[in-house]
C-alpha cells in the first residue's frame, strides 16, 4: 500500500492568500484525521471524519480553517485567508476504525507563510 | 482530563548503550498504548502497541516497550542503540469508546544516539 498520501509536500505563500492541502486516505480506511504540529504546541488534533462525516471539529483554530471529505478517498484542509501564524507542518492521518486501530501518518505538508 | 506526560525533552544515549523514553498516562479505564517515531522532515511512523495480553510488546527497528498498569507507564526499551535511532519520539494513549479525540500525544522526546 502507499500509504498515506499529503500534497503539496512544502508549499511558501503570502499571507492572505489562500492554501489549499490534500490528502489521500490509505484505501479501505473509514476515519480521517488532520493535525499540525509546531514547536510551540507539538501536535493537535484539527478535525476527524468518520465514513467521510466530520465527527469533531473543535481543534479547528478558527473560521479561517475549514476540511471537507467529499469521498473515501480523498480530503482537503483550506485556510483562507493565511496568516504567518499559521505556518507548521499539517499531517493527515487515516485508520481503518477509530477505537484501538493504528493512526497511519502521511509525510506532511510543510507550510510557510510569509 | 486525560494526559500523557514524557518528562524528558531530551535524552542522550551512547551508541550501544541500552535506551529508554519515558511515558506516563492519565486516562480512564484500560487505555491503549503507542509509540510512534519521527525523524527530521518526516511523519509520525508506527512503531508498537498495546491492547491487552503481554506487558512487554515489541515493536519494529528492535523496540519495545513495558506496560506497567499500577504505575501508568508504558517506556519504551531498546537493548542497543544504533546512531539511526536519533528521533524523536511521541507516546500516545486511547482511551477505549472514545473517539479521535479519544486519542491524546504526548510532547514528544528527542532521542540522540552519540557515536
Known sequence: DAGVIQSPRHE?????????????????HNSLFWYRQTMMRGLELLIYFNNNV????????????????????????????????????????????????????????????V | AQSVAQPEDQVNVAEGNPLTVKCTYSVSGNPYLFWYVQYPNRGLQFLLKYITGDNLVKGSYGFEAEFNKSQTSFHLKKPSALVSDSALYFCAAHRPGGGADGLTFGKGTHLIIQP
Do not use: H
Not at chain 1, 12 to 27: A, W, Y
Not at chain 1, 55 to 81: C, V
Not at chain 1, 90 to 107: K, Q
Open chain 1, 12 to 28: 511558501v505563500t503570502e499571507m492572505g492568500q489562500e492554501v489549499t492541502l490534500r490528502c489521500k486516505p490509505i484505501s479501505g
Open chain 1, 54 to 113: 466530520p465527527i469533531d471539529d473543535s481543534g479547528m483554530p478558527e473560521d479561517r480553517f475549514s476540511a471537507k471529505m467529499p469521498n473515501a478517498s480523498f480530503s482537503t484542509l483550506k485556510i483562507q485567508p493565511s496568516e504567518p501564524r499559521d505556518s507548521a507542518v499539517y499531517f493527515c492521518a487515516s485508520s481503518l476504525v477509530i477505537s484501538g486501530n493504528t493512526i497511519y501518518f502521511g509525510e506532511g505538508s510543510w507550510l510557510t507563510v
